[in-house]
Each structure stands twice: as C-alpha cells, then as structure tokens.
C-alpha cells in the first residue's frame, strides 16, 4: 500500500485547507485509514480516522468540532477538511493506512497499529 498526502500549506488563523490522501496498492474494504500530525519539537498525535466499509469517524477531541474526515472510493482518497484552524494546528500531516480482520474493528489512535504511511504534507497556521 502506498500513501500520497497533498494540500498543505500556509494559512492564517481562522482559515481553512483540505489535505488529501491518496492510496494505492493492494486494499480492501476492511482497512482503516487516518490522519496523524506531529508539531515542532512534539510527538506524533493522532488527529482523525475514517473505516472504510462504513465511514464510521473518530476525531481527536480538540479538532472534533473544526475538521472532518471523509473519503471518495472512486478516487481512492481520504480528505481531511481543516476549518477555523489555529496556530497550533501548526504541523507536518502524515496520512496512514492499517488493514483490519473484520469489518467492525473499532477505530483507534494508537499510533503503532498503522502499518503504512505516506509522506508528511506541511501545515502552518500563521497567527
């Protein structure tokens, strides 16, 4: 599977970008897919995640309200909708991929069950 994340860029506050992650390879219905961003000088976070078979979404509790994920399967895209963005929002975003058993595995954050990941894209957010 190979990820190609798009769209970053430079914005001020109270702005919006939409990141776009394209994937190809070997997928299939049961995979998961997810954005990750990590800040100067921080960890990597979990930000938002989207299940394939049904759009089932889970967020990050302080973008929950501003960013959404979503998906066009024709494309074999993820998106990542970024509104009232903030300077902390500031970061490199990485989209990544994890194939699941089932087509009911809960979602998660956890970082180290991504098996696959695209390049960063850059997100600053001027103040």
């Known amino acids: 599977v190979q990820l190609q994340a798009s769209g970053g860029g430079l914005v001020q506050a109270g702005g919006s970008l939409r990141l776009s992650c394209a994937f190809s390879g070997r997928t299939s219905s049961k995979y998961h897919l997810a954005w990750f961003r990590q800040g100067p000088g921080k960890e990597r976070e979990f930000v938002a995640a989207?299940?394939?078979?049904?759009?089932?979404?889970y967020y990050r509790d302080s973008v929950e309200a501003r960013f959404t994920i979503s998906k066009d399967s024709a494309k074999n895209t993820v998106y990542l909708q970024m509104n009232s963005l903030k300077p902390e929002d500031t970061a490199l975003y990485y989209c990544?991929?994890?194939?699941?058993?089932?087509?009911?595995?809960?979602?998660?954050?956890?970082?180290?069950?991504?098996?696959?990941w695209g390049q960063g894209t850059l997100v600053t957010v001027s103040s």
């Open positions: 990544a991929a994890r194939s699941t058993m089932s087509f009911r595995v809960t979602l998660t954050k956890e970082v180290n069950v991504y098996r696959y």
């Open positions: 989207i299940r394939w078979f049904d759009d089932n979404a």
